[in-house]
């Protein structure tokens, strides 16, 4: 079945650090996939999101690139800051009704 | 733009009580609705899901049931709580199919059931 793995947390990192979160993915067919980003008390909130392989989503200085051939999609920043505090959650979609999260990873950004 | 509203935002509730969570949608039409379960510290589960008004699947088991009464609403209801179903409650909406695969969740609903 489908399938999501992200590396497991907390990740604890410094301010200007650079960031790797890892996400790899068992899927049928060709999915989308995604990163949310959920902040203290809040519901999830969508990162960013690629369609097709090759794809990179940006946003907010984060980036993930669809690679198809190792079936992965890694979170990175190149330099965090405290607010960047939060879980993150990687994500797909292969054209049904659901989304197949991860277990989510919380990044800790110490000042 | 589409809003999502979920209500209350937190509740303290005794065991063997009802429940009774409101979700509620703005600015789409037709969207599919999802409830979700996340235990502290823990990931995402899945409880039920929507298609459209009175069409319900259940992904667990358990003492909790769904309804849509009308399209942009969903409700999230228990007769007995259980200790069990302490957690952070919350709905999310995604655009009906051949639109944006992503979904948009609510602020969540904190339940802690005493």
């Known amino acids: 079945g489908n399938s999501v793995t992200q590396m497991e947390g907390p990740v604890t990192l410094s301010e200007e650090a650079f960031l790797t979160i890892n996400c790899t993915y068992t899927?049928?067919?060709?999915?989308?996939l995604f990163w949310y980003v959920q902040y203290p008390g809040e519901g999830l909130q969508l990162l960013l999101k690629a369609t097709k392989a090759d794809d990179k989503g940006s946003n907010k200085g984060f980036e993930a690139t669809y690679r198809k051939e190792t079936t992965s999609f890694h979170l990175e920043k190149g330099s965090v800051q405290v607010s960047d505090s939060a879980v993150y959650f990687c994500?797909?979609?292969?054209?049904?009704?659901?989304?197949?999260f991860g277990a989510g990873t919380r990044l800790f950004v110490k000042a | 733009s589409q809003t999502i509203h979920q209500w209350p935002a937190t509740l303290v509730q005794p065991v063997g009580s009802p429940l009774s969570l409101e979700c509620t949608v703005e600015?789409?039409?037709?969207?599919?609705l999802y409830w979700y379960r996340q235990a502290a510290g823990r990931g995402l589960q899945l409880l039920f899901y929507s298609v459209g008004i009175g069409q319900i699947s259940s992904e667990v088991p358990q003492n909790l049931s769904a309804s849509r009464p009308q399209d942009r609403q969903f409700i999230l209801s228990s007769k007995k709580l259980l200790l069990s179903d302490s957690g952070f409650y919350l709905c999310a909406w995604r655009a009906i199919a051949g639109g944006p695969d992503e979904q948009f969740f609510g602020p969540g609903t904190r339940l802690t059931v005493l």
């Open positions: 600015g789409t039409s037709n969207p599919n």
């Open positions: 994500a797909l979609v292969t054209g049904g009704f659901k989304t197949i």
């Open positions: 899927a049928t067919g060709y999915p989308s």
